[in-house]
């Protein structure tokens, strides 16, 4: 019977005082690491490092046989009948890229290259690239893969389709991709299984895929290291587009040949360590699935979807995105009328760590009408009762803050309004009161009433206005006003954030209105640390301040 808390005992940082509260639920993003983990890797740099394949010392011929036996561990583990179907990258994102690069040698103008509209972006960008190069077209399926047969034509050259959604953790199965294989014997088939992985055993040898990536960092191991699996016949057909030492054979001036794969495709120094931790990580995700690690999972995943479906029965304008079947751990919501960002800010403020945002997966929300999406993801170390606290936190955030964080402040569509009319908005704000302030709820009450200053402006929720780096969505203008002794500078923004809209007041009430020069003078490191937020924002909130910052100096510059 498999033990939870038995599970989490494996896992050092949920036993440090600082995280001993601790829930996180943001597992797909990438897990916590057990001791026997961290212990392969500290051990490795204790005893054991050496640089693998270059020497016939002792330590080297322990590192070329961790570097081995790790990779026929990876072939076993996801069912590759050969040790050298493995080639170890730094993780899917690379494998993707190798995979992308190495196969554009094979498409000609008019192939097509079969994409769902689900995939993160590591498996979209690449191909995107080849496309360019080769002049190949993607052709792009829905995200639950159903009209894949209607899109396969023969011009079809290469699909690459993600396993399981990382928004959604809808397990698409691999019976579709099976009939592919057997229909289309010669079309390049790629798994990305980042999220399948560690969740669902994997055997490559069912006939499947020609290729399937991972990232170990998202099943317990270290981050570093990622497995390409590819069919031994399939991996010729690759062309190596990383070069260096140790996946050539012989180099003259002008001319190499490179080594056999998986090695030809290793180009460097491997990352030694973290390989050494994936070879633990195996064994003790191995052990896990024995003691019924899985079906604890499914079982998690079905209390927190009927506790959610519960939710928002008593908040209809929050909506539940995922489903119990077939799901491997992930359940995401979204509002149009609530900030995720601040139910995220929220939660994280309780120590409930999910993530919140696009989660590389633009065109899949684009295709829903979603801007931003909160994600919680299980792993077998959370229990019910960790699920109970997060249902509660979201129960105490619209109840609580339903006055101050779903409202703002009311705006007068006109149809023909524009940024000037609210280049005013933020006049009123003395800073000085904030800096007086002392404790973080009063803080954290003074940024919410900011925020509901801010009046959404939905004209300005254009690409060109959006601030990069921001957590929530951030959208800013600019309006200048000329006079004959000089130039005032006026900023207005919204956000979909009444916590960004708040800081963001907090930052532009000091510059609007005011000159280049004045702005120039202003000691804005002093400012924030006279704020007193770094300490209680995250770093990407952070630099979602530092990027609104950086707009507006190449605003005063132009
Ligand atoms: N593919 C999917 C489905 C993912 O979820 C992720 C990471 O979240 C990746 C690819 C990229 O993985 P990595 O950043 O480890 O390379």
Redesign the pocket.
Known sequence: MFDPLQFKSNFPLFFQQENKALIYLDN??TTQKPQCVIDAIVDFYISKNGNANRASHRLARSATSILEDVRQKSANFLGASHKDEIIFTS????G?NLLAKGLSRQLDKDDEILLSVAE?H??LVPWQAVAKKTGAKLVFINNNLEDIDSKLTHKTKIVSC?A?S?VFGQFNGVDRFKRIKKKYPDIFLII?A??MVGKTPVNVNDNFCDFLVC?P??FYGPTGV?LLYGRRDRLRCLNVSKFGGEMIESVDLFESSYAEPPYCFEAGTSSLAAIAGLGACIGFIESQFEKGMLAYEKKLIGYLHERLSVFINDFPEISLQTKVKDNIGIAAISSNRYSMADLGFWLDEHDIAVRVGDH?AQPLLKSLGLTSVLRVSVAPYNTFEDVDALIQCLYDFFKKNNENLCTTAPFFLTGDESASDYKDELSAINYHDFLTTKSWANKYTKILSLGKLVAKKPFLHKDRYLVSGCEASLWIHVIEERSQKETAFNFVVDSDSIIVKGLAALLLCRVNGKSAEHIKGIDFDAYFSDLGLEKYLSESRFSGMQSLLKYIWLAIDK
């Open positions: 797909a993003a993780g899917a994102t690379e993707l993160h590591a498996n993600s399981v990382n990305d980042s999220q990232s960092h998202k990622g590389c």
